[in-house]
């Protein structure tokens, strides 16, 4: 399987809009890979596009992706489904203001999260019914388990109390991996389905030291509810014995650049932190 990795940056963007700290500047001056954008992933085997954050179509634009047929959502947060306009651009016939039939994206979805999703409205309603019924997308909810042409999708619900996040496990020919981008908190590591990946996507979890101002997370602040810190996500990945993990969705406020990262994966083994347009084929090595 081949993944490329769209977007590799998390809520805030690098460089942050106004933003003049030594990340952000360093990332306006060199762009990719120093500049990050919102989190997305296309797997280019069925051509899946993995969330649609509000930089999806410069993510598209500036990649050598030709078609998506499919797309998925790992969960409803704002950072994940802004960009979801992306999928009316790429269909639309603007003589007749309906999808050219050809192009409508598959939008494939577990059950639950497909239910919540049409509960987001627009000025026509709810957004994917609108886009039903001009033939931008069509529906096709699933539970567990679905197939997508030869790869095999399993869906696992992290429960976040008021709503619901995925984690996705894509399989084929005898390779896995696992797509776990954020509020990944509590890991379903005992379900067979995430054990022995070739490739375990992940956000790293919360940096704890060099944050801007000398910043320091108490303990009972939001984001320990949603996220480990990056030693607890380095303990998880070898507990579930990932042959491989790429970091996603690395967020601005952890306040390191890609220099910094690099540096840091000099201690990891067979651990690296991704970047905008990069692209991984998955073996059974997992290389």
Request: net charge negative; aromatic share 10%; charged share 25%.
């Amino acid at each position: 399987m081949d993944f490329s990795i769209l977007g590799s940056g998390g809520c805030a963007v690098i460089p942050k809009p106004l933003c003049r700290c030594r990340i952000c500047t360093e990332a306006r001056q060199k762009g990719v890979p120093f500049e990050r954008g919102g989190p997305a992933a296309f797997v280019h085997d069925e051509n899946i596009l993995i969330d649609t954050p509000a930089e999806i179509s410069r993510q598209l634009n500036r990649s050598d992706i030709r078609d998506i047929t499919h797309l998925m959502l790992t969960h409803l947060d704002p950072d994940h489904i802004e960009g979801f306009r992306v999928v009316e651009q790429m269909t639309i016939d603007f003589r007749t203001w309906q999808a050219f039939p050809e192009k409508t994206v598959r939008l494939v979805l577990p059950r639950q999260l497909l239910e919540s999703f049409r509960k987001v409205s627009t000025a026509y309603g709810s957004l994917v019914s609108f886009y039903e019924k001009s033939g931008f997308l069509c529906c096709e909810p699933f539970d567990r388990k679905t197939m997508i042409g030869d790869v095999q999708v399993t869906a696992l619900p992290v429960d976040r109390g008021d709503q619901v996040a995925y984690i996705y496990v894509f399989e084929k020919n005898g390779c896995k991996a696992v797509y776990a981008p954020c509020d990944i908190k509590p890991f379903p590591e005992q379900d067979p389905a995430v054990q022995n990946p070739d490739v375990l996507f992940i956000q790293p979890g919360l940096f704890e030291t060099g944050l801007r101002h000398g910043y320091v997370y108490p303990d009972d602040h939001i984001s320990r509810t949603t996220l480990y810190t990056f030693e607890q996500t380095v303990a998880l990945s070898r507990r579930i014995q990932a042959k491989q993990v790429v970091f996603i969705h690395l967020e601005e406020y952890w306040h390191r650049s890609f220099t910094d990262y690099r540096a840091l994966e000099a201690n990891l083994d067979n651990m690296v932190f991704a970047w905008d347009g990069m692209t991984l084929t998955i073996n059974k090595r997992g290389k």
